[in-house]
């Protein structure tokens, strides 16, 4: 079974950066559609970012422009580079992948259709 395991979370003022990994075992990542997620307490977890099988993106428009999301096949890797973060981007951040997805960033940044997740990483951008 696919396994993930996030890191990088931690806290930074307005403005600062953090990149954030998700390290998968248990089989190839080549073979999910992958992505980002985040929740704040009392809130629905939303997609944040996305990638397919052929590394097309999507991103929420919160964050278009400041994040960036990335793979490395090669190391079973994802990752998040987050820029400009402001105080609402403030939340517990989770990947997940999945075995199939649509090339449709609505599908994509959908919480609903990935089958694995990890066990999330906090983050907090103070002002």
């Known amino acids: 079974q696919l396994q993930l395991v996030e890191s990088g979370g931690g806290s930074v003022q307005s403005g600062g950066s953090l990149r954030l990994s998700c390290a998968a075992s248990?089989?190839?990542?080549?073979?999910?559609?992958v992505g980002w997620f985040r929740q704040e307490p009392g809130k629905e977890r939303e997609g944040v970012a996305a990638?397919?099988?052929?590394?097309?993106?999507s991103y929420s428009d919160s964050v278009k422009g400041r994040f960036t999301i990335s793979r490395d096949n090669a190391k079973n890797t994802l990752y998040l580079q987050m820029n400009s973060l402001k105080p609402e981007d403030t939340a517990m951040f989770f990947c997940?992948?999945?075995?199939?997805?649509?090339?449709?960033?609505?599908?994509?940044?959908?919480?609903?259709?990935?089958?694995?997740w990890g066990q999330g990483t906090q983050v907090t951008v103070s002002s």
């Open positions: 990638i397919d099988y052929d590394g097309r993106t």
């Open positions: 997940a992948a999945a075995p199939w997805c649509a090339h449709l960033s609505t599908y994509l940044l959908s919480n609903a259709n990935y089958n694995y």
């Open positions: 248990g089989y190839d990542y080549n073979d999910y559609c």
